[in-house]
């Protein structure tokens, strides 16, 4: 029974300490890094800017059955605008008429 426990603990630890990794910083990356990450994971969230942050997908998949994709654009290490695919409530973005 202790080594049960012994057991769980150690998994326990070590499966809090992998989700402990800092979120990537798209000023210190270049545009073809950001999508590269994207890409790999499927969902990132990314740090944007000093106190900000925002999640980018690699595809619809990532998103709520309710959302769409759409664009946001992010400064990085090598350009200005990086285009990138974020879900979006289509809801909050109804025409005015």
């Known amino acids: 029974m202790r080594l049960f426990?012994?057991?769980f603990t150690f998994l326990l630890v070590a499966a809090s300490s992998a989700q402990a990794q800092g979120r990537p910083d798209a000023r210190t990356m270049t545009c073809g890094e950001v999508r590269s990450l994207?890409?790999?994971r499927g969902a990132v969230v990314i740090t944007t800017g000093r106190y900000?942050?925002?999640r980018f997908v690699?595809?619809?998949g990532f998103c709520l059955y309710s959302e769409r994709i759409g664009h946001d654009w992010i400064?990085?290490?090598d350009i200005a605008e990086c285009r990138l695919r974020i879900?979006?409530?289509p809801d909050k973005f109804k025409r005015r008429r």
Do not use: N
Request: aromatic share 12%; charged share 40%; hydrophobic share 35%.
């Open 75 to 77: 400064e990085t290490r």
């Open 5 to 7: 426990f012994a057991l």
């Open 38 to 40: 994207i890409k790999e």
């Open 87 to 89: 879900c979006v409530d």
């Open 58 to 60: 690699a595809h619809r």
């Open 52 to 54: 900000t942050y925002k």
